[in-house]
Structure formats: C-alpha cells, structure tokens
C-alpha cells in the first residue's frame, strides 16, 4: 500500500540523534551546529526541574499538600528506603540531594520522550555515559578523599585473604568497578530505546499493512502505558544501584 515506506528509516528517525527539530505543522527546525536535538532536550529537562522545585514546590507550607506533597513523598522515599539503607545515617543524609538530583532528572528526561514533540534523550548512550561516569568519579575518588589510599586499598582487597591471591582479586575488582559502571549507563539506555523502538514498530506496522494491522495500536498503546511505569522505574533503579555502589565502596566493612 504504501510501497516507499521504510519501517527502520521511520524508527531510526525518531530516536537517532540529530540538529534539527521536527515540530508538526512546523517541519524541521534547525538546531545550530552545536546544539542537538538530545542536548535541547538535557537543557529543557534541567529547566524542568529547576521549575518543579524552585518555583512550584512550596517548602513554607506547614502542611504540604498537592504538588510539594508528591514530590516531598519521593525524597522521603529515596531518603528512608534508598540513601540511609545503602549509606548509612551520616552518608545518606549527605547523599539524599544528589540521589533525589540524579531521579528527578532521569525521570524528566524518560518522560519527556514519552511525548511526540520531544525526543528520549536518555535513550542516547552519550546521555547516560556521563551520569554512570559521576558514579564512577564518586565510588573511587571519593573513597579516595574520605579514606585515603589504604581505604580504597580495603575496598578492594579484603583483609584476610592470602597474598597470592591479591594481585588476581585487585585485577577483578578494577574490572568489576568498570563493568558495573558501564551496566548503569547501558541498562537506562537499553531500556529507553528498546521501549521506543518497540511502540515505532507497531505504529509503523498500520502504515505497512493497513486495517490488516488495526490492533497494531492497540498494543502500542499497551507498551505506552508499560513505558510510562518503566520511566519510573528506571530513575529509582539508577539511584539504587548507585547508592549501593558507592556504599559498597565507602564502607567494605558492611
């Protein structure tokens, strides 16, 4: 029926990054050179949430309610069940901002790619490269600053084992520091893809095949719903994840 249709071009153009902006009944929007479509979409996240919290969120009111109320029920969470649990009390209070920081940002970024005038930016392994590499600098530098060299030293090699097997651990460790850095930025970016290409392809499929796929929506608009929860989802497991590596790192003892 439509014979020049090219259902990968047509997937691979809403998620590919790009200069240019696609806005309906607009067409396409240069960008500039230095700005893509994924970095416009960093600084309207970043906007967001600034907004969210510097000017909608009330702190000043005695009992928060609506909007403050929702996003308080989220920092009490990442609080209580998510710094403290995999920090401990001193370092998961001094943590919170940063895991509360790094979740609202995320999500912003995965919701934002849920409607059709934006674009996922998390879906961009150069998106969430840079946030795994924070965790990195995190875990080993600030084991570093905290407990100097022989801190670190513990963090990896644990004090009772023999020494001919430091030499082989010490090289495990190194590599189990980087493997489970690289997990967080490809776990976020798989998932964001994998949900986006998968509504494409069943959109796509109604222009292929007609009323021959006229439940093709139908179950696009299931994996939608699915996406929405894995938008979640996905936030709190990067912050997790993270909260118990760098606790891992900063308290080997436990």
């Given at each position: 029926?439509?014979?020049?249709?090219?259902?990968?071009?047509?997937?691979?153009?809403?998620?590919?990054?790009?200069?240019?902006?696609?806005?309906?009944?607009?067409?396409?929007?240069?960008?500039?050179g230095f700005l893509t479509m994924h970095a416009l979409m960093m600084f309207i996240g970043t906007a967001l949430v600034l907004i969210l919290f510097l000017v909608l969120y009330r702190k000043d009111e005695r009992v928060p309610a609506g909007l403050t109320n929702c996003l308080e029920m989220?920092?009490?969470?990442?609080?209580?069940?998510v710094a403290i649990p995999s920090l401990g009390e001193k370092d998961g209070l001094?943590?919170?901002?940063?895991?509360?920081t790094l979740f609202f940002f995320i999500l912003v970024l995965n919701l934002?790619?849920?409607?059709?005038?934006?674009e996922p930016a998390t879906a961009n392994i150069n998106v969430t490269?840079?946030?795994?590499?924070?965790?990195l600098v995190l875990m080993v530098v600030g084991t570093l600053v905290r407990n100097g060299p022989k801190g670190i030293w513990h963090a990896m090699i644990p004090?009772?084992?023999?020494?001919?097997?430091?030499?082989?651990?010490?090289?495990?460790?190194?590599?189990?520091?980087?493997?489970?850095?690289?997990?967080?930025?490809?776990?976020?970016?798989?998932?964001m893809i994998a949900g986006h290409m998968v509504i494409l392809s069943f959109l796509g499929l109604v222009v292929l095949f007609g009323w021959w796929a006229m439940l093709a929506p139908v179950v696009a608009v299931f994996f939608y719903c699915?996406?929405?929860?894995?938008?979640?989802l996905q936030a709190y497991i990067f912050?997790?994840?993270s909260a118990v590596f760098i606790g891992q790192m900063y308290h080997p003892e436990h």
């Open positions: 029926m439509f014979p020049t249709f090219n259902l990968s071009d047509y997937i691979m153009h809403h998620i590919v990054n790009s200069h240019e902006w696609h806005i309906p009944f607009f067409g396409a929007v240069g960008l500039g989220f920092v009490v969470f990442i609080r209580d069940e001094l943590f919170t901002p940063m895991l509360c934002l790619g849920l409607i059709p005038l934006f490269g840079p946030l795994a590499y924070l965790i004090s009772t084992l023999p020494k001919l097997l430091i030499p082989f651990f010490l090289v495990t460790e190194v590599v189990s520091i980087l493997v489970r850095t690289v997990a967080l930025a490809i776990r976020l970016f798989a998932n699915l996406d929405i929860f894995v938008a979640f912050i997790l994840l």
